[in-house]
Nanobody, 123 residues
Framework: QMQLVESGGGLVQAGDSLRLSCAVVGHRNSDYAMGWFRQAPGKERAFLAAITWSGGTTSYADSVKGRFTISRDQNTLYLQMNSLKPEDTAVYYC??????????????????WGQGTQVTVSS
């Protein structure tokens, strides 16, 4: 059973950078697509970025395009976040789906989820 373990959240100031990691455990192959989502208090879980199994195709939400970069290496997914803003404050989740070619932006299309990591950006 695939498990996702996130790390890298924390408290930073506006304008700072932060890199989140998501380790994949319990799945031998790399035949899965992955994505990052976030959920702020009182709001729905929102798509941020996704990447195919090969890393050759990525997709970004307009709100983070140009500031956030998704990448993967072996069994680890990353989200490099630059120029952070207070409105980026949320719990960040990584997600995975075994079909590694399509990268949907809808949370319900991903059956595997990490536990979430808090990112707080102060002004």
């Amino acid at each position: 059973q695939m498990q996702l373990v996130e790390s890298g959240g924390g408290l930073v100031q506006a304008g700072d950078s932060l890199r989140l990691s998501c380790a994949v455990v319990g799945h031998r192959n790399s035949d899965y697509a992955m994505g990052w989502f976030r959920q702020a208090p009182g709001k729905e879980r929102a798509f941020l970025a996704a990447i195919t199994w090969s890393g050759g195709t990525t997709s970004y939400a307009d709100s983070v395009k140009g500031r956030f970069t998704i990448s993967r290496d072996q069994n680890t997914l990353y989200l490099q976040m630059n120029s952070l803003k207070p409105e980026d404050t949320a719990v960040y989740y990584c997600a995975a789906k075994i079909d590694g070619i399509t990268i949907p932006t809808i949370a319900t299309r991903y059956p595997y989820w990490g536990q979430g990591t808090q990112v707080t950006v102060s002004s």
